[in-house]
């Protein structure tokens, strides 16, 4: 098993044990290019929480091993979503890990501090890790997660040692999950769909051309339906 793999589907049982959530869909993904399943659809419930989705995807004639968790919280929640995304290419490791706000950040600061301002030590300390370097995301991608999002290629070391950065950033999740957050106003769920429809958009991520042309229009618009809630 790959270091991605690995660190995804330990994530994914601390989260399942945490949140005790219920296996909802585990459905193979296929592909026109292999005679194998290439990839791994799975929905999990939990009243804590609205669904986790993770989407495995390995093909090794390809050079692909990708390994995705998202875990959303209700419609009418505050609580941020929490993300990792796990990959591994030819040249390098690349890791994708946020909390994703649920309201504006700039006008809500008290919402800010609790859910967010614990992981500034953490991020810091993320990018000074030998072997970490920025991955290249836009502004345009950017401006619909959060300012703490860690989104790097690394070195094999540097992939493990960001294993603990993971174990930190799920840790404060879970403890917001736990505790709540400070109330924010607003319509939480318009907003929720809005920015889920944009962060998922393959005109926004063009992740989605290259899932598309692995999986086919119908199997990557299940996934993204998924995603989408």
Known sequence: MSLPAELSERTLRRLSTSLELVPAEDISLTSSTSPEPVGRLRVFHGEPIDKLVAVDLVVPAIGLDSHM????????????????????????????????????????????????LPLTPLLEAAWRIEGVSAAAVGPRQRAMMSPWMVVCRATDTAFQTLGATVDDYLQHWLTLVDKGVPAVDGDLAARDRANRANLFSPEVDP????????LGDEQAERVRTELLG
Do not use: N
């Open 69 to 116: 968790i998202f875990a959303f919280t209700p419609p009418d929640s505050a609580v941020p979503h929490f993300t990792l995304d796990s990959v591994r290419s030819a040249e390098y490791h690349a890791m994708h890990l946020d909390l994703i706000p649920r309201t504006d950040l700039a006008v809500h600061l008290a919402y800010l501090d609790a859910a967010f």
């Open 207 to 214: 992740v989605w051309a290259q899932v598309t042309r692995l």
